[in-house]
């Protein structure tokens, strides 16, 4: 099986990288679309695409393979507009990649005769992203079944992994990946201003944690959760959370985060057996004060 030829609307983050991706495997990208004509005429030039602009002017301009990466809220307004070109779209294939919307945002197309699914790619995209940002992620698949083999081909081109989701699944699997990769970039902003409290720069804080993020990211894929904690919790030294609690007073809601988390990083030592049950309640009553 060969991959057909492929169009992408919307040159931002995620469609920029995916068109570079598909032309370094080889792939035939038909067509490049984008709002801002600006953009999309560069990337064209770079891939040499020949067929681009701000919208399709007609079904002929599009692969039988289109990738909508535009974002989540501009899905089904693309999808009206396409469903709109004169002609019949049985033989066509619309895909969007957004992690919280079903396939079903690509009603207006199916109506029109078009297959539709969701590929989703966990993954973060910016405009530095490369080719290599694929390499053994997931994309999670929704939709119509009969698209996911030309999907599946994509994602191995890149090295990636699939996983087939129902709708349901799919929100409470980007939900996850929201906690995994925004927050926990928030988090370690938090964590370097938390840091810098008494008068370290910013930059030697951040330096002083990063090694500290890239252990425990190991620990976590090499262990179970529960045995990669550390930490005052975990050793149940009652006295040290509490001169942290008396630290975040000045900032209340960065103390009720602390609290929150402390309480599931509670549990989570439970779990393990390194917490006893008379330790583990003192802390659930010190933290519960603050939530
Ligand atoms: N970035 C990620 O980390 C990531 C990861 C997984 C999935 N995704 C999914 O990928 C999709 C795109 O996200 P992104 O982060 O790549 O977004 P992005 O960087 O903001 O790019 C979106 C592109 O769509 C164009 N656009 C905006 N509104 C439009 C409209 N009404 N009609 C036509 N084109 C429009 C924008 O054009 P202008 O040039 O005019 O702004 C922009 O180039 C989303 O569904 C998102 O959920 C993103």
């Known amino acids: 099986m060969s991959l057909p030829k492929i169009s992408i609307i919307g040159t931002g983050a995620l469609g920029s990288t995916l068109a570079r991706a598909l032309v370094s495997q080889d792939v035939i990208l038909k067509s490049l ?20 602009g701000i919208f ?8 039988s393979l289109t990738f909508l990466t535009v974002p989540d809220r501009a899905i089904n307004e ?40 969701s590929f989703h790619p966990l993954q973060t995209f910016t405009h530095y992203s490369g080719i290599n940002d694929f390499k053994g992620i997931y994309f ?29 699944q799919k929100s409470h699997l980007h939900t996850a990946a929201v906690f995994t990769s925004n927050y926990l970039t928030t988090l370690l902003d938090t964590s370097v201003k938390v840091g810098t409290g008494s008068g370290l720069s910013e930059e030697k804080v951040k330096n002083a944690l ?15 959760f529960a045995d990669a904690l550390s930490g005052p919790i975990k050793r149940g030294d009652i006295r040290t959370v509490e001169k942290h609690l008396e630290l975040l007073d000045e900032t209340p809601e960065l103390k009720e985060v602390y609290c929150v988390l402390g309480l599931r990083t509670v549990e989570l030592a439970t779990s393990s057996g390194s917490l006893d049950g008379t330790t583990a309640e003192k802390l659930r009553k010190m933290l519960q004060k603050w939530v």
Do not use: W, Y
């Open 56 to 63: 399709p002017k007609s079904i002929s301009e599009l692969g």
């Open 33 to 52: 679309f984008n709002r801002t004509e600006s953009k999309v005429q560069d990337l064209a030039n770079e891939l040499a695409i020949s067929t681009h």
């Open 78 to 117: 693309v999808a009206q507009k396409l469903s709109k070109l004169k002609g019949d779209l049985e033989n066509f294939t619309f895909v969007h990649c957004s992690g919280n919307e079903s396939a079903e945002l690509l009603q207006p197309l199916k109506l029109q005769g078009a297959t539709i699914a």
């Open 140 to 168: 999670s698949l929704q939709g119509d079944g009969e698209v996911f083999p030309q999907l599946r081909l994509v994602a191995e081109k890149f090295g990636a992994r699939t996983l087939e989701v129902t709708k349901e």
């Open 210 to 224: 990063l090694p500290l993020v890239e252990t425990t990211l190991k620990n976590t894929s090499e262990q179970s």
